[in-house]
């Protein structure tokens, strides 16, 4: 079943021989993001997506019981989904040799593959080289939005002048007071829910109706205040309360689909960028689409050195074609945004375009996770049940590592996330010993009495961690694929040790007993959560791109996802890759119309 009463609007014919104002490759939060600001200037966008637009509510599913689906959410018989041990034991191509027809990432893995087979990239047609690493990407018009977990934060200067504060690294471009009215915008024009908590290092957005906490998460609230630590309800890039301006979303009904990873909601009142931002965007009559199109050039003008347009094969046939364009903007994700760059080299951008600091594919970083805590809540055991994953998460606990401290192991700091309470599925189940009547009131009593959490750590940005093609192998459709130079170093090592002694810590002062702790730190890039292989910076020898991830090199280029990013910080990125894509597209509108690109 699903609450959504108004069609997308209808795909336009695509007309090749037409010079857009700008075409944007990629549909996801960034791509999202781009069509929104521009269209809502003026400017004429062509988009292309590599992916297919999928019947999106038919994929999700999400009012789907278990026992309602055939094989309980799996997929058919042929898929894979890759496990830890896969990824710790082999390198990548991980697919290579699988007797399996289709190879997903470790997402298909998590109780749920039916609902995102189509969603997430087979391996088989998606290889990549070299040392080991999750990489998740989904094919799809809106990207990984169609399935994100929703936590949406906001960075401060803690992030953006992090080397000001302790010395490592690089400073942003930008500062806080640059990025806070476009991080406004995105609260307004999306929905997120939360509590105010006047953070100086996690800064409140423009909340709507914030979701419960869970007696037990109360619990370890209070017990932190006591610590000088804060848990928060979920941020949730969500809309509670509705959104008057936008006819494709529904305010969230609780239903607690969320809780089935992965998630997706089929009534959009999670945000994914189809629905919040390309539908609406294509009302304004300014958005032309075009999927199953791989962007494989950036195309050059040979007398200017300017980008003139972009050259992509059709996913189904594998025709050639070009897509012309005064601008062009690159939005297909951190790493796929990198592989482009890299494959577009020309006579003027002999390294690739936009790449005469050599940095392109360098200074990737992400967020570090694995380590986490599991207790129990013992006034809970054999309480009656209440419904609490109705709701788009549980909570946050931001990072309180190295804000007035140091500590002697290791700089920047990490969250937790977590949840307590009923679930869909009693996860004790699986580790409750005996059968029968007695083992099913054991599993009842102590089914909602469990809270959770596991760390997200800021892994830093070192140029020695990058990506480069690989010189033989290609994917499905001929096209180089990306070979990844990138591992943790110690600074992750001493900071996850940190998450599970910091985790029990907590626990204990609440009175919650621990009952499980997890010191194994997961396979690089598990957080999904990639950045910065085109930094932005001041200095063009230093850096990809300016503060408003504009090419220092090509003046109508601009790559707006998460390759910008200077460092990971330990908060999830999609609400600042929003924020900035936002401000950088108001930036370009007023260059385009000044004639200055
Ligand atoms: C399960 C899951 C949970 C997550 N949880 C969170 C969370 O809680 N909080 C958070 O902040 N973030 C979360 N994320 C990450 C979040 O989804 C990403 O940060 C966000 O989607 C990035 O947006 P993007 O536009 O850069 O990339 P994407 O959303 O991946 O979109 C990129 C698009 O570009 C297309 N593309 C790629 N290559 C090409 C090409 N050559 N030509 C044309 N198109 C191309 C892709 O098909 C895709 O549609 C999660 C992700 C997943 C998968
Ligand atoms: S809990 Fe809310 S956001 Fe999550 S799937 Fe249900 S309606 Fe959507």
Same mark, same amino acid.
């Given at each position: 079943?699903?609450?959504?009463?108004?069609?997308?609007?209808?795909?336009?014919?695509?007309?090749?021989?037409?010079?857009?104002?700008?075409v944007i490759v990629g549909s996801g939060a960034a791509g999202g993001m781009a069509a929104h600001v521009l269209t809502s200037q003026g400017m004429d966008v062509l988009m292309l997506e590599a992916g297919k637009k999928l019947p999106i509510e038919q994929e999700?599913?999400?009012?789907?019981?278990?026992?309602?689906?055939?094989?309980?959410?799996d997929a058919p018989p042929g898929y894979h989904s890759l496990s830890f041990n896969e990824y710790t034991i082999r390198t990548p191509p991980y697919a290579k040799g699988s007797t399996f027809k289709h190879v997903m990432s470790y997402v298909g893995g998590w109780g749920g593959s039916d609902y995102v087979k189509n969603i997430l990239v087979d391996e088989k047609d998606h290889p990549y080289t070299g040392t080991k690493y999750a990489w998740v990407r989904a094919r799809a018009l809106g990207g990984k939005t169609n399935i994100w977990g929703r936590l949406a934060l906001r960075l401060s200067d803690y992030d953006f002048k992090a080397k000001t504060h302790d010395g490592y690294?690089?400073?942003w471009p930008i500062s806080y007071a640059d990025i806070e009215p476009y991080y406004d915008k995105v609260d307004l024009y999306l929905g997120i829910s939360g509590v105010k908590e006047n953070l100086p290092h996690l800064p409140d957005s423009l909340f709507q109706r914030p979701n419960k906490l869970t007696f037990g998460e109360v619990k370890l609230r209070e017990?932190?205040?006591?610590?000088?630590?804060?848990?928060?309800?979920?941020?949730?890039?969500?809309t509670t309360d509705g959104l008057k301006h936008n006819r494709y979303r529904s305010k969230c009904y609780g239903r607690g689909a969320c809780d089935r990873r992965p998630g997706g909601c089929d009534i959009h009142a999670?945000?994914?960028?189809?629905?919040?931002?390309?539908?609406?965007?294509?009302?304004?009559?300014?958005?032309t689409i075009r999927t199953n199109s791989i962007a494989h050039e950036v195309l050059v003008d040979r007398n200017t050195g300017k980008a003139r347009g972009v050259a992509f094969l059709d996913s189904g046939t594998r025709k050639s074609y070009e897509a012309k364009a005064k601008v062009v903007i690159v939005a297909a994700s951190t790493l796929e945004s990198a592989r482009l760059l890299l494959l577009s080299r020309s006579s003027q951008h002999p390294n690739g375009i936009g790449n005469s600091s050599g940095h392109v594919g360098h200074n990737f970083c992400e967020h570090v996770m694995g380590p986490g805590v599991t207790g129990l809540v013992k006034e809970l055991v054999g309480k009656p049940p209440t419904l609490d994953d109705g709701r788009p998460g549980g909570f946050y606990i931001p990072r309180f590592r190295n804000l007035k401290d140091r500590q002697p192991g290791f700089v920047r700091g990490y969250g937790f996330e977590g949840g307590g309470g009923f679930s869909i599925f009693p996860g004790n189940a699986f580790g409750t010993p005996g059968f029968g009547a007695q083992f099913k009131k054991e599993v009842r009593d102590h089914a909602g009495a469990f809270?959770?959490?596991?760390?997200?750590?800021?892994? #830093? %940005?070192?140029y020695e961690n990058y990506v480069d093609l690989d010189p033989d192998q290609k994917d499905a459709w001929g096209v180089p694929v990306l070979r990844f130079h990138y591992q943790f170093g110690d600074n992750e090592r001493k900071m996850c040790e940190d998450m599970v002694a910091a985790g029990r810590e907590m626990f204990e002062a609440a009175g919650i007993e621990v009952v499980g702790t997890d010191d194994k730190i997961?396979?690089?890039?598990?957080?999904?959560?990639e950045l910065g292989t085109s930094r932005m910076g001041s200095d063009p020898k230093t850096s990809v791109l300016n503060q408003f991830q504009q090419s220092h090199d090509v003046k109508n280029l601009f790559v707006v996802d998460g390759s910008s990013h200077v460092s990971a910080s330990?908060?999830?990125?999609?609400?600042?890759?929003?924020? #900035? %894509?936002?401000?950088?597209?108001?930036?370009?509108a007023g260059e385009f119309k000044k004639g200055n690109l």
């Open positions: 079943m699903t609450l959504v009463r108004v069609p997308p609007p209808l795909e336009q014919d695509v007309d090749l021989s037409k010079t857009y104002d700008a999700l599913r999400s009012m789907q019981w278990p026992y309602d689906h055939p094989r309980r959410g690294g690089e400073d017990s932190l205040k006591k610590m000088g630590r804060v848990l928060t309800p979920y941020r949730a890039g969500v999670a945000f994914d960028s189809p629905t919040g931002l390309i539908y609406p965007a294509m009302d304004t009559g300014h958005l809270i959770g959490m596991g760390g997200f750590g800021e892994v #830093l %940005a070192r997961l396979t690089e890039g598990w957080s999904i959560h330990c908060q999830n990125p999609t609400w600042t890759i929003m924020a #900035l %894509a936002w401000r950088s597209c108001e930036y370009l």
